[in-house]
């Protein structure tokens, strides 16, 4: 059943308006999909992310709906989420770091977090075990403070407990910024194992690395200027990228093997559009080399191969031809 | 855990013995004489001659004639037989005994008002932090109090309930027409004066206090721990236990570190009250030149205040974990 988002669109409210973070975003996810979502800073990975779960204000819910296992989740409510959070969709965040109680031993904080959700700590513990076991972490942590744990144990901790009690959708939010490469890959092949054991059915990955993504996401989504520009098998999306943006940003990662003395690295020139006030149609149109006449209106995001959405009129109109 | 506790020890010995130093040192350099003072006061002879007597008496009598250095080997020689010397104010009272009578009244103010003031203010805060609208009126309402001095709002509260209402007394332990006895009578004259100087600490402190604690448990509820419970659902109930437990830890310490300046302003309270406590006694030793009495008040006042801190260390190892594990890195 999976992750069934519909033309979602989620405002940022500040002094001076909304700013138009998330708007109009739709997409599937199969079983047991792991989508990579990444982009440009700003261009509004963390909105799409957060909005499943922690939809707090500042930011502001607008449109859409959300189903997971073909069930509506309320993500506009606050409060009645509580009862979805953890147990349907859950989050790695971004401060793993700093996620823990300083002052609570972290098996008392489990003990305490559990309870607070209604599930028995001591019920919960052998699996909790097996699940240190999992990634390496020796039991003797439930009984330590998070500030005796080293930064990867942090990390690998607050995986185990953002699982535990199997949501269908985890959220992993920037989970390999702050670690070293040895430690973001060993991380990122437990969260793939996560879900080989059903710890986990669907899974997001917030990231601007592409390359962790291109290790162990099934499909990649790219957003720009806060709405979605493709969507593809990581594979496509790597090697023949259809949108003009995808295009310039996988163009403008290194590749192994060339020598970039040779070849410079290209960036994309220009700025994302600020989203207070965004331009109408294409947004990616002020850089876009290929922008003509048609752009100037909002551009649909279509099927345009089998699992493979963009959305771009060149495409669309590759496609209309083709069909 | 030795170490620490043994390295904690000989840092308050070494401030106990420089602030004592200073404590003796203090009186010693104010302009004037407490023996040709206590003389004056008496004025028990007017023969030139005779004071002179009088006054090379008193002057050996309380060592005053010995150089400098040797005063004060033996002022410490005295102070580890729990000597303290004689008051020329009230001579000839030993300054031991004249303590002993005012120190119950300092506890006996000075305690409950702090404790409760810290303990309620700090609940409060934690309270005001949940509404908005509780917020808005009682955070005005607390920068006010926390600002008041002391003595002022001492002088309010006594001309309001004392004059213009007539139902507290003004001044005094205790009504000059009663003499202390275990009696219910005495027990409640006792708490009938002792409730304004009470107040108007608890008032300033409870102020103080509760602004700290609100703006620490909105920090804390801003907490990356606490984003990660909402994140999983928790209910308000455990973020908010877990945010006052944070925020309680600094506030511990301002208890520790506001004892000192508590002394202070229970001395403004007392002299506005004339409540006979350690505070206004030290005014009037102050007034007299009472070298050994200033020195007695002084020692008491640094005594408090490194038992406070040394308490509230241990306390600290007990509540928060990150002090233990800091323990450990450095005694290994």
């Known amino acids: ?323 | 855990m030795r170490r620490y506790l043994i390295r904690k020890i000989v840092i308050y010995a070494l401030t106990f013995f420089l602030a004592v130093t200073v404590d003796w040192l203090i009186p010693r350099f104010m302009p004037g004489d407490p023996i040709r003072n206590m003389l004056t006061r008496v004025s028990v002879a007017s023969n030139a001659t005779a004071i002179q007597m009088m006054y090379d008496y008193y002057a050996r009598l309380f060592g005053l004639d010995l150089p400098l250095w040797q005063q004060y080997l033996n002022f410490w020689k005295a102070l580890f037989q729990g000597d303290l010397g004689i008051s020329t104010y009230l001579f000839p009272t030993p300054v031991v005994d004249v303590l002993k009578r005012a120190v119950p009244y300092d506890v006996f103010l000075l305690v409950p008002a702090i404790l409760l003031g810290w303990y309620t203010g700090n609940k409060f805060g934690a309270f005001a932090a949940r509404s908005k609208r509780l917020d808005n009126f009682v955070l005005p309402l607390s920068y006010i109090l926390t600002a008041t001095p002391y003595m002022w709002l001492g002088i309010l509260l006594a001309w309001f309930f004392g004059i213009v209402l007539g139902i507290f007394p003004i001044a005094g332990a205790y009504s000059f027409s009663l003499r202390p006895t275990l009696s219910l009578t005495f027990a409640l004259d006792l708490l009938h004066h002792w409730f304004l100087p009470f107040a108007s600490i608890f008032i300033i402190e409870f102020g103080g206090w509760a602004i700290g604690m609100r703006n620490m448990i909105i920090y804390e509820l801003e907490a990356e721990y606490s984003r990660y419970l909402n994140a999983l659902g928790s209910p308000k109930s455990l973020v908010r236990k877990y945010a006052f437990n944070n925020a309680i830890l600094p506030q511990i310490t301002g208890l520790a570190l506001k004892l000192g300046v508590i002394v202070a302003g229970a001395l403004v309270t007392e002299v506005v009250f004339s409540y006979p406590g350690i505070g206004y006694l030290l005014l009037a030793a102050i007034q007299n030149q009472d070298y050994f009495l200033i020195q007695g008040c002084f020692l008491f006042i640094i005594l408090g205040v490194l038992i406070a801190n040394f308490v509230i260390d241990l306390v600290y190892l007990v509540v928060d974990p990150r002090t233990r594990r800091g323990m450990v890195g450095e005694s290994a």
Request: contains cysteine; proline residues 7%; aromatic residues 8%.
């Open chain 1, 1 to 323: 059943m999976g992750l069934k988002v519909e033309n979602l669109t989620v405002y940022y409210q500040t002094l001076r308006g909304d700013v138009r973070a998330l708007e109009h975003a739709s997409f599937q996810l199969a079983d047991g999909e792991i989508m990579g979502l990444a982009g440009e800073s700003g261009c509004g990975k963390p909105p799409l992310g957060h909005s499943l779960i922690v939809l707090f204000p500042p930011m502001k819910y607008i449109a859409g709906r959300v189903e997971v296992d073909g069930e509506e989740i309320p993500i506009w409510d606050a409060e009645g989420m509580n009862t979805y959070r953890f147990r349907k969709i859950s989050l790695i965040p971004q401060y793993a770091m700093n996620a823990m109680n300083p002052i609570r031993k972290i098996g008392k904080m489990i003990g305490e977090l559990l309870e607070a959700r209604g599930v028995d700590y001591k019920d919960m513990l052998p699996e909790l075990k097996r699940r240190l076991d999992l990634v390496s972490l020796p039991h003797e942590v439930l009984n330590m403070y998070p500030i005796e744990l080293s930064g990867g144990m942090k990390q690998r901790m607050v995986m185990v407990i953002s699982s535990l009690l199997n949501p269908s959708l985890l959220i992993a939010d920037e989970i390999t910024s702050a670690l070293d490469v040895a430690t973001q890959k060993a991380v990122a092949e437990m969260l793939v194992e996560f879900r080989e054991r059903q710890f986990i059915n669907n899974l997001i990955v917030i990231t601007h690395d592409i390359s962790i993504l291109y290790q162990i996401a099934d499909s990649i989504l790219i957003m720009y200027a806060g709405v979605l520009a493709e969507k593809a098998p990581t594979k496509s999306i790597i090697e023949s990228p259809r949108h003009p943006y995808t295009r310039l940003l996988i163009s403008s990662l290194p590749e192994v093997g060339v020598r970039f003395a040779e070849k410079r690295l290209m960036g994309i020139p220009g700025n994302p559009p600020l989203l207070l006030n965004p331009p109408a149609g294409c947004r990616f149109r002020e850089r876009c080399p290929l922008a003509y006449e048609r752009c100037l209106e909002e551009p649909p995001f279509i099927e345009v191969d089998k699992d493979h959405f963009v959305a771009c009129w060149k495409e669309y109109e590759n496609h209309a031809q083709a069909r």
